[in-house]
């Protein structure tokens, strides 16, 4: 029997952001809207920004959502059809010919025996091809992760899993999705993205989030947080964004600097603590070096004053 798809219940954009907000992901309207149109038309939805706003997050999210698989495919320079959508298990189709061979059948295999050799039993699913089983009861959020780091060459091939939900198997055929799943693809913009790929993706640009906002995500992923310390490590983490930074904070490194900082039992922020954990929040020691020349106390000084 069929499962009834969970997406039924979200049939608002504002059950989107109320739904997103119990997984404790706080998002705007513009988003949500974006996320509900791609549940609604079952069409790719493209999240490009700077790392750590929260992309990926997205998707996660989503399966929580939909109660179903999250099935993840990492891009990487080189990755190619064996990594990311098929693989013949050689191994069992060798010792399948030798079984052959012991029957007396291997120099003249029927057309029959062949077509076993390359059938579904034989063939590997990567995620691509995963995420389009037939046999899937209810559709998976498909995770296309940093799309921008692999090549030109594989971002073509994806074209016919978008506009179609596809994938041409040349020993078996045409495999296709019985009912498409959710597919987020994210990318970094380390490169940019074809044409031909955006036309099949609803789009949607993460920016870094405004104070409140972050101060809010804060509050949702750290409950257990002294107030008055979030919003000074959110305050802190703002001015230093306005730095020419070689690659500003996240609000994932936010989050990892304001635990740290709870693992030393800070309720407050303080210089020495502050200079001591920058490695938990900037990630590269030109950066490191920029924010500790600052006079730390007067940053401080000027955040309590605010406060």
Excluded at 21 to 43: G, V
Excluded at 133 to 155: G, H, T, Y
Excluded at 177 to 197: F, G, Q, W
Aim: hydrophobic share 40%; aromatic share 6%; with cysteine.
């Amino acid at each position: 029997m069929t499962q009834e798809n969970p997406s039924n219940n979200l049939t608002t954009i504002e059950d989107i952001q109320s739904a997103m907000l119990d997984q404790h992901y706080i998002t705007n309207r513009s988003l949500a809207t974006a996320i509900f149109l791609a549940l609604k038309r079952r069409k790719p939805l493209l999240l490009e920004g700077e790392p750590g706003v929260g992309k990926t997050e997205v998707a996660k999210v989503l399966a929580e959502l939909l109660q179903t698989r999250l099935i993840r495919l990492q891009c990487y320079e080189g990755i190619d059809i064996s990594t990311a959508v098929y693989e013949w298990n050689y191994t069992r189709q060798m010792l399948h010919i030798r079984m052959l061979e012991t029957l007396g059948n291997a120099n003249n295999l029927p057309e029959q025996e062949i077509k076993e050799i390359f059938g579904p039993e034989f063939l590997m699913q990567r995620p691509l091809l995963q995420a389009i089983d037939p046999a899937n009861q209810i559709p998976p959020v498909l995770l296309i992760d940093e799309l921008d780091r692999s090549d030109e060459e594989f971002e073509a091939y994806l074209l016919e899993l978008l506009s179609d939900f596809q994938i041409t198997i040349p020993e078996i055929g045409t495999i296709k999705a019985k009912e498409p799943p959710v597919v987020i693809i994210t990318s970094n913009r380390t490169r940019e993205i074809h044409d031909a790929l955006r036309r099949r993706c609803l789009y949607y640009w993460i920016d870094f989030p405004t104070l409140e906002k972050e101060f809010q995500i804060v509050q949702a992923r750290i409950p257990e947080a002294p107030e008055r310390l979030a919003h000074q490590v959110t305050q802190f983490v703002h001015e230093i964004r306005s730095m020419e930074l070689y690659k500003a904070p996240g609000i994932a490194e936010t989050l990892d600097w304001l635990s740290s900082l709870l693992a030393l039992d800070q309720s407050e922020l303080t210089e020495g603590p502050v200079r001591e954990t920058m490695g938990a929040l900037l990630k590269y020691q030109d950066d490191i070096l920029r924010v500790g020349n600052l006079d730390i106390g007067k940053v401080l000084q000027k955040l309590r004053g605010v406060l």
